[in-house]
């Protein structure tokens, strides 16, 4: 199987596809893409996925063998974070994750800027160049500062909320915002931490991959709320007390009564934006939003 070009980078199997090899050619075609635009600094973060931290630091040594200014994002992190990332340095951005896939596979996601989707079919992979440098970036923090900040006023009542991450990057960003939060929500956190195979299933919150979740809520009595992420953290699974799916257009319409006004964008299978707090999705305020109005 080859990469085959995405609506925002490329995607591949892993050893077959998506090999070091074909990473670097990726990540010279669009460094040189980002120089012909005049673009000086790139971002580089990465999932949960097996490898994607060397993948992700081959790509930023490709990266900055070309002249750019190049910070590698530390440990899996969620998109979120990494769109965050994206706006706070005012820099463009490469992103290693397989998204909702299973395990084998693996991607890349290119931003030419906060929020600005280059096509994998608008880039030619390049022979890469001598590995350069680049620098860590720990971005952790201060993303959390600008999600409390976001949610600040939203009026969250007491009731146990579970939370599936399926072992992929978001586990324990939505606890630690609640702390900042003084929130008065009991959070039971599955799968939280990192782990390479998604604990065998595909990391997609879909009723068929949250079989744990769903037991506990059909035991749960209101006010309770299921949630889950996908493998990235871009996308938001909502379940009601009894194991039903909350279905998006209703979620949708949630949000927008939580949101008191401010815009909210669907963009398909959970994936929701707030202009006015992100240019990526984040499934971290959908649920904060929603605990509001669904405990």
Excluded at 145 to 152: G, I, P, T, V
Excluded at 267 to 275: D, T
Aim: overall charge neutral; hydrophobic content about 45%.
């Amino acid at each position: 199987m080859e990469l085959v070009a995405t609506q925002d980078g490329f995607v591949g199997e892993m050893a077959r596809g998506f090999t070091f090899q074909a990473l670097g050619e990726v990540a010279a075609g669009f460094g040189k893409r980002l120089q012909a635009e005049g673009i000086p600094r790139v971002v580089v973060g990465h999932d949960a996925r097996f490898l994607a931290r060397e993948m992700a630091e081959h790509a930023a040594g490709v990266l900055g063998g070309l002249g750019l200014e190049v910070h590698l994002l530390q440990g899996p992190a969620p998109l979120p974070l990494f769109g965050f990332a994206l706006r706070a340095k005012e820099a463009a951005g490469l992103y290693l994750t397989g998204s909702r896939r299973p395990f084998a596979f693996q991607g890349v996601k290119l931003r030419l800027g906060p929020g600005r989707l280059l096509p994998g079919k608008e880039v030619a992979p390049a022979p890469p160049p001598p590995p350069g440098p680049f620098a860590p970036l720990e971005a952790r923090r201060d993303y959390l500062d600008h999600l409390r900040k976001s949610a600040q006023g939203l009026a969250l009542k007491r009731g146990v909320v579970y939370l599936d991450a399926m072992g992929g990057a978001g586990g324990g960003i939505l606890g630690q915002v609640l702390k900042r939060l003084e929130a008065p929500v009991e959070l039971r956190e599955l799968h939280p931490l990192p782990h390479p195979l998604f604990y065998g299933v595909a990391p997609d919150p879909r009723p068929e991959h949250l079989r744990t979740l769903r037991l506990l809520l059909r035991e749960a009595k209101p006010p309770a709320l299921g949630l889950a992420l996908d493998g990235d953290a871009d996308r938001l699974g909502v379940y009601l007390p009894g194991g039903e799916a909350l279905p998006g257009d209703q979620a949708l319409a949630r949000l927008r009564e939580a949101a008191q006004g401010r815009e909210v964008e669907a963009l398909g299978e959970g994936a929701y934006r707030f202009p006015w707090h992100l240019e990526e999705p984040d499934p971290f305020l959908a649920a904060l939003l929603l605990m509001g109005v669904l405990l």
